[in-house]
C-alpha cells in the first residue's frame, strides 16, 4: 500500500481561470498516474516561499504563470537551454535534487506546429514581442527556422525580440513596425499571431493583416486558447491555408512537463478532450 501521492502544480496570481489544471489531471487519471496537480494562488512577495514550500514537500515539479515566469528564476537551482535564451521559465522540474527551469511554451507550439509543418528551413512571420512570442520564436528557430520575421506595435519590445533571435539562435530575424494591415510577404511559409488579440472576451478582435496576402500554401497558427476557433483562424481557413489553434500549443506544454515531471509519454488528445469541454472545440 502507498498512500503518498506525487505533487506538482501551478504558482499564479490570478490563477482560478488557468485550465491546465482540468488537462493534466484529466492525463494523470487516465493513465492511471498517482499524482496531483494543485493550482496554488501565489502573491509575487510569497514566490520564494513557495518555492521552498514545494522543495521541502518535494514536489517533482511546478508551473509558473504570470506574473512569476522572470522572477522565479532566482529561486531555481538551473536553466534549461531554452529558458535561458528566453529570459523565463513555465515550468520548474525537480532533477537530482535540483530544481531546474524549463521553458516549454515554445517547445509546445513546435510540437503543434509540427503536426502540420516541420519548421526546419521555412520562414516565419510572428505577430507579437511578448512572454509567449519570444518562446515561440527561440524554439521555431532553434527547431531551425531560418528567418523570422518580428511584427509588433510596439518598437521597443519587436526590436530587442528580433535582436534576442538573431544573436541567439542561428536563425536570422529582423523588425516590422505593425502599423495598418501587414500584407504577409510572398515566401513566406508559417504565419504565427503570438498576440492577446482574439483572447475572450474580445472575440471579434481583428489581427490587422491584409487576408488577400495568405496563399494556401501557408500554414497560419493562433495562441488563443479560447476561443480555440478564433476570427484569425477561421478567416485564415476561408482563405485556404492550413490552420492551428491555441489549444495545440496548451496540450502539448502540458505533455511536455508531464513527461519532465513523471517520465511518462501521456496521450494529448485526453488532454485536448477536456480543454474541448471547457472552451468548445
Ligand atoms: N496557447 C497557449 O498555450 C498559450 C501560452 C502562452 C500564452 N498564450 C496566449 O498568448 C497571448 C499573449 O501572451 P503573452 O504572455 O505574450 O502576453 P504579453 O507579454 O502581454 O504580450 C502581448 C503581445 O500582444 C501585443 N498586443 C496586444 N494587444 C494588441 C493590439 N491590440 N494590437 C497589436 N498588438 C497587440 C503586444 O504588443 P505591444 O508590445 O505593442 O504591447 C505584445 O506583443 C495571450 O493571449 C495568451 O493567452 C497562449
Redesign the pocket.
Known amino acids: 500500500m502507498n498512500f503518498l501521492s506525487q505533487l506538482t502544480g501551478s504558482f499564479a496570481q490570478p490563477c482560478a481561470e488557468n485550465p491546465t489544471v482540468a488537462m493534466v489531471e484529466a492525463a494523470y487519471q487516465h493513465h492511471g498516474l498517482d499524482w496531483r496537480y494543485i493550482n496554488c494562488e501565489v502573491a509575487p512577495e510569497d514566490l520564494g516561499d513557495a518555492v521552498r514550500g514545494a522543495r521541502a514537500m518535494n514536489w517533482a515539479g511546478f508551473n509558473c504563470s ?1 506574473p512569476h515566469k522572470v522572477a522565479v528564476i532566482e529561486h531555481l537551482d538551473g536553466l534549461g537551454e531554452s529558458a535561458r535564451i528566453i529570459g523565463a521559465v ?1 515550468c520548474a522540474v525537480r532533477r537530482d535534487g535540483k530544481l531546474i527551469g524549463e521553458n516549454t ?1 515554445g517547445k ?2 513546435v510540437e503543434s506546429l509540427r503536426e502540420q509543418v516541420d519548421p526546419a528551413g521555412k520562414s516565419v512571420v510572428m ?9 515561440i520564436g527561440v524554439e521555431t528557430a532553434l527547431a531551425g527556422a531560418t528567418h523570422i520575421t518580428v511584427v ?3 518598437p ?3 526590436e530587442e525580440l528580433a535582436a534576442l533571435l538573431s544573436e541567439k539562435t542561428p536563425a536570422t530575424a529582423e523588425f516590422v513596425h ?1 502599423d495598418g494591415d501587414y500584407a504577409v510577404p510572398t515566401g513566406t511559409d508559417i504565419v504565427v499571431n ?6 475572450f472576451p474580445d472575440v471579434d ?1 481583428r ?2 493583416i491584409d487576408m488577400e496576402t495568405l496563399t494556401p500554401q501557408m500554414v497560419v497558427a493562433d ?4 476561443p480555440p476557433r478564433t476570427r484569425l483562424v477561421r478567416e485564415s481557413e476561408a482563405c485556404g491555408c492550413t490552420v492551428i489553434d ?6 502539448n ?1 502540458g505533455v511536455i512537463g508531464i513527461k519532465y515531471w513523471t517520465d511518462q509519454d501521456v496521450d494529448p488528445a485526453v488532454m485536448r478532450a477536456k480543454l474541448e469541454e471547457i472552451f468548445g472545440g
Open positions: 504570470i513555465n511554451d509546445g507550439f505577430f507579437g514581442a511578448g512572454g509567449a512570442a519570444r518562446a509588433n506595435r510596439s521597443e519590445r519587436g505593425w503570438a498576440t492577446s488579440i482574439g483572447l478582435a489581427v490587422p495562441v488563443i486558447p479560447n491555441g489549444l495545440g500549443m496548451l496540450v506544454q
